[in-house]
């Protein structure tokens, strides 16, 4: 379902926090919103054929505040430091540990909540500063990687290669040109 449309992943862990953001987009067809989330909780063949071992299954107690986390997490998109990180980890502790193999700080949640193990990798990539490359396309909301040298992609893609993609740039762009190139009155 999410994974069908990874064109831009993220490296290591963090794409399973930039797939699980993805559970809610804006549909092409329709343009309202899709929230995904529920459909791959209720199956955790589902749920492990998206995200690795390490982001485990919500149960259906965890599902409404895994939920308000996607969503908060999305408004932090795109900065150094989320702000409101905080306050999520005031609800669901994250601890750090020293990796000896790669000398190396890593955080992980106590317990093993689906919410904690999201957070876990979400401290780890603002530390990294892979956080900040984490972005929304402003036409589908898809979240991707931005890989260029200066943070500046804006959408998702230019070209929509394949029926799942959409071609977000392009149209934005097109959009734009066939607004310069109308009369003014």
Same mark, same amino acid.
């Given at each position: 379902?999410?994974?069908?449309?990874?064109?831009?992943?993220?490296?290591?862990?963090?794409?399973?926090?930039?797939?699980?953001?993805?559970? &809610?987009?804006?549909?092409?067809?329709?343009? =309202?919103? *899709?929230?995904?989330?529920?459909?791959? !909780?209720? %199956?955790?063949? @589902? #749920?492990?054929?998206?995200?690795?071992?390490?982001?485990?299954?919500?149960?259906?107690?965890?599902?409404?505040?895994?939920?308000?986390?996607?969503?908060?997490?999305?408004?932090?998109?795109?900065?150094?430091?989320?702000?409101?990180?905080?306050?999520?980890?005031?609800?669901?502790?994250?601890?750090?540990?020293?990796?000896?193999?790669?000398?190396?700080?890593?955080? &992980?949640?106590?317990?093993?909540?689906?919410? =904690?193990? *999201?957070?876990?990798?979400?401290?780890? !990539?603002? %530390?990294?500063? @892979? #956080?900040?490359?984490?972005?929304?396309?402003?036409?589908?909301?898809?979240?991707?990687?931005?890989?260029?040298?200066?943070?500046?992609?804006?959408?998702?893609?230019?070209?929509?290669?394949?029926?799942?993609?959409?071609?977000?740039?392009?149209?934005?762009?097109?959009?734009?040109?066939?607004?310069?190139?109308?009369?003014?009155?």
């Amino acid at each position: 379902m999410v994974k069908e449309y990874a064109r831009n992943p993220a490296p290591g862990l963090l794409d399973d926090v930039r797939t699980f953001l993805n559970t &809610r987009t804006i549909s092409h067809d329709t343009r =309202g919103p *899709v929230d995904d989330l529920t459909d791959i !909780a209720s %199956s955790s063949q @589902q #749920w492990h054929a998206e995200f690795s071992d390490v982001v485990s299954c919500p149960t259906g107690d965890e599902l409404p505040g895994v939920r308000a986390l996607r969503d908060g997490i999305r408004r932090e998109l795109g900065g150094h430091h989320p702000p409101g990180l905080q306050d999520w980890l005031d609800m669901y502790p994250v601890e750090a540990y020293f990796d000896a193999d790669t000398a190396t700080i890593r955080h &992980r949640a106590r317990g093993n909540t689906c919410a =904690g193990n *999201v957070l876990a990798i979400v401290v780890d !990539a603002v %530390s990294d500063g @892979q #956080w900040r490359r984490l972005r929304a396309c402003p036409g589908c909301e898809r979240v991707f990687y931005d890989r260029s040298p200066n943070l500046s992609r804006v959408w998702c893609g230019m070209y929509a290669n394949g029926p799942a993609g959409r071609a977000c740039g392009t149209i934005a762009k097109v959009a734009a040109h066939r607004a310069r190139q109308r009369p003014i009155r």
